[in-house]
């Protein structure tokens, strides 16, 4: 752990282990924290929905706000903390406000290396984790965050989606189960998650597809336990949602996994 001198505790930097299986219950912290995966993949999840986090993505939750992680495989995770009068006095805007998850540039990559090389003095990593506040407004959000609906009925609905990875029933069937109706299901989603009911379900379904090619999984295995009709059909919502295709992701997520443990070494 690398901390500023001590009587001016602005950031801190943490790398720690985790293992498949692992979790952090509920919890809030009164510094604003990154958590990159340099390695594995994660869930974080707040009141508002979930986040999954493989290895070319980080996320960003601020001070005070409750969340609790699960690790889905064999993680190495790199965290930087800033004292909340650091964090809205270097931000340059209100963006970080919110917790978000992000895919992590080249730019911000060779930051976070350098927040933790050993030779750094805490000058110039404080000149760095201020630059990270920054590039981290900068950085578009990734396509990884499911919203959650607010509402009793709404939940009920997601969470049988969730159980339903092959989205084998339809809305009609859902609403039965959910004690509800099309047209509530229909109306409500919008309202609380900002997306309609079908664009929510495929965003779940390709977020859950994820977390398979992440496990190693090969695409058309994925596409077929995604309950989707060919690979090409499966590629095609998978664009749509992350805006590359799960060849390009899975050639990213390596990439980005041979770089961080080149700048763990160096």
Avoid at 102 to 118: C, D, H, N, S, Y
Avoid at 134 to 162: C, K, M, N, Q, Y
Wanted: glycine share 4%.
């Amino acid at each position: 752990m690398k901390r500023q001198p001590a009587g001016h505790p602005l950031f801190r930097t943490l790398r720690a282990a985790q293992t498949r299986g692992a979790a952090v219950a509920l919890h809030a912290h009164d510094e604003a924290q990154l958590i990159f995966a340099a390695s594995g993949t994660m869930q974080v999840y707040t009141k508002s929905g979930r986040w999954l986090v493989p290895p070319q993505l980080a996320v960003w939750v601020p001070s005070g706000v409750p969340h609790w992680t699960d690790v889905l495989s064999d993680a190495e995770l790199w965290m930087i903390y800033w004292d909340p009068s650091a964090s809205q006095e270097w931000a340059p805007s209100d963006s970080l406000n919110r917790a978000f998850a992000l895919k992590v540039t080249p730019l911000l990559r060779e930051l976070i290396f350098a927040a933790f090389g050993t030779n750094a003095t805490p000058e110039r990593t404080e000149l760095v984790v201020r630059l990270i506040l920054h590039e981290l407004t900068e950085t578009p959000d990734a396509p990884t965050f499911v919203p959650l609906p607010a509402s009793a009925i709404g939940r009920r609905v997601a969470d049988l989606v969730f159980a339903d990875p092959r989205s084998q029933l339809d809305i009609g069937e859902l609403a039965s189960r959910a004690a509800t109706s099309v047209r509530t299901i229909s109306r409500l989603f919008p309202a609380e998650t900002g997306l309609t009911f079908k664009a929510w379900r495929q965003r779940a379904r390709i977020v859950l597809a994820i977390d398979q090619l992440s496990a190693g999984n090969a695409i058309s295995q994925v596409a077929v336990h995604a309950g989707f009709a060919s690979t090409a059909a499966f590629c095609f919502a998978f664009r749509q949602v992350t805006n590359m295709t799960p060849t390009a992701f899975l050639d990213h997520a390596t990439r980005r996994l041979v770089e961080s443990r080149k700048g763990a070494v160096a």
